[in-house]
């Protein structure tokens, strides 16, 4: 069978001879005899037969749920049918830019392609098709998106202040600690030290499943202050025996965050007039306002479990425009220093007067 391939474009071949040597590499194979046979799998009975039931169930229950509607939805649909070798990086590409052209996000088109990057780096792996060719798409350049909302002291208190129970409860320790929600919905009985004043993260629950944190540095213990002491200490009292959770139904089962946002959180949050956010937008509060206290950058890496403390200064951290005045008008003290204005007196005496900012 003869067959053409497009071994790249001009702009990643400019010259002639770039794209010779690319096809001396394609075809050093097939003269040293060393190519293999094509496998015949279609995309989806190498998912169905092997990726699922092998390498899916590796991973956590959240991203499971997430590439399995991924596949689902996106992927198996177009590609299902076509055989491994012949899901070349031309309709990938081409898939990709329909997605956007589509008006799907940019985050949204990212996750289906690592979706489908991790379907065929597997079938790579095993040798099923030679390379990943995923790893040779690109996707158009991020655009910048508005500025995540982050509510400002005053609002996180008027949004406490008029939470129902256990949203209340759930917010008010999601400020205060900066957990995620699933941590917190997965804390037990036992996992609270009110001696020491301290938590221990060793879980996280989604959707009723439970599961190991998010990363290694999710395993940790934090210090807690004497509002979250008062507040576990009420809801530790009720909680019953040590492994039972903090915050479950009657039944003894995890609390549904999506229940709580949907019912409790967003309402109240346009009943005030206040922006729409979520529950990880209350750990993006308690980065701030430890940044507002001045707590160093390493103590805030610390206490969120970030790997890195470019994603707590690039993503979590931001700034209250009350503290963006107050240090401009530090600025200003600092640098012009206190203004003298002339008041005329009785007597035709001048007095200066010194007015600071």
């Known amino acids: 069978m003869r067959r053409s391939i497009v071994i790249g474009t001009v702009?990643?071949?400019?010259?002639?001879?770039?794209?010779?040597?690319?096809?001396?590499?394609?075809l050093r194979s097939l003269n040293s005899g060393s190519q293999r046979p094509q496998a015949m799998r279609t995309l989806k009975d190498f998912v169905q037969m092997d990726?699922?039931?092998?390498?899916?169930p590796t991973l956590k229950y959240a991203t499971q749920r997430h590439y399995k509607y991924m596949l689902g939805v996106h992927l198996i649909p177009?590609?299902?049918?076509?055989?491994?070798?012949?899901i070349s990086r031309e309709a990938i590409q081409t898939f990709l830019a329909a997605k956007l052209r589509d008006g799907f996000a940019w985050e949204t088109v990212h996750h289906i392609r690592c979706a489908l990057s991790k379907v065929l780096g597997t079938a790579e792996e095993w040798d099923y098709i030679s390379d990943n060719p995923v790893r040779k798409t690109r996707l158009p350049r991020r655009e910048h998106k508005s500025e995540r909302s982050i509510l400002t002291p005053e609002q996180i208190k008027q949004l406490l202040i008029a939470l129902p129970e256990p949203s209340k409860s759930v917010a008010t320790l999601l400020v205060l600690t900066g957990l995620r929600i699933g941590e917190l919905l997965a804390l037990r009985r036992k996992s609270i030290d009110l001696d020491a004043r301290t938590l221990r993260i060793t879980e996280t629950v989604y959707e009723g499943q439970f599961d190991s944190p998010k990363t290694k540095r999710s395993v940790r213990s934090i210090p807690i202050g004497s509002e979250s002491i008062s507040?576990?200490?009420?809801?530790?009292?009720?909680?019953?025996?040590?492994?039972?959770?903090?915050?479950?139904?009657?039944?003894?089962?995890?609390?549904?965050?999506?229940?709580l946002l949907h019912r409790h959180l967003q309402p109240v949050c346009e009943e005030l007039g206040l922006p729409r956010i979520t529950w990880h937008s209350l750990r993006h509060c308690h980065a701030t306002l430890l940044d507002a206290v001045g707590a160093p950058l390493g103590t805030i890496q610390a206490l969120l479990s970030h790997a890195s403390s470019e994603i707590t200064r690039q993503i979590y951290l931001h700034a209250i425009p009350a503290e963006q005045r107050r240090a401009v008008e530090g600025v200003e003290k600092l640098l012009i220093g206190p203004k003298w204005t002339q008041v005329i007196t009785f007597g035709s005496n001048l007095e200066l007067n010194r007015v600071f900012g």
Do not use: H
């Open 231 to 259: 507040i576990l200490s009420t809801l530790r009292s009720k909680a019953g025996e040590p492994d039972s959770l903090v915050f479950s139904t009657c039944s003894g089962q995890p609390l549904c965050r999506r229940n």
């Open 78 to 86: 177009i590609f299902g049918e076509r055989r491994l070798p012949d």
């Open 11 to 26: 702009a990643e071949f400019p010259t002639r001879r770039l794209a010779m040597r690319a096809l001396s590499e394609r």
């Open 51 to 56: 990726w699922e039931p092998v390498v899916l």
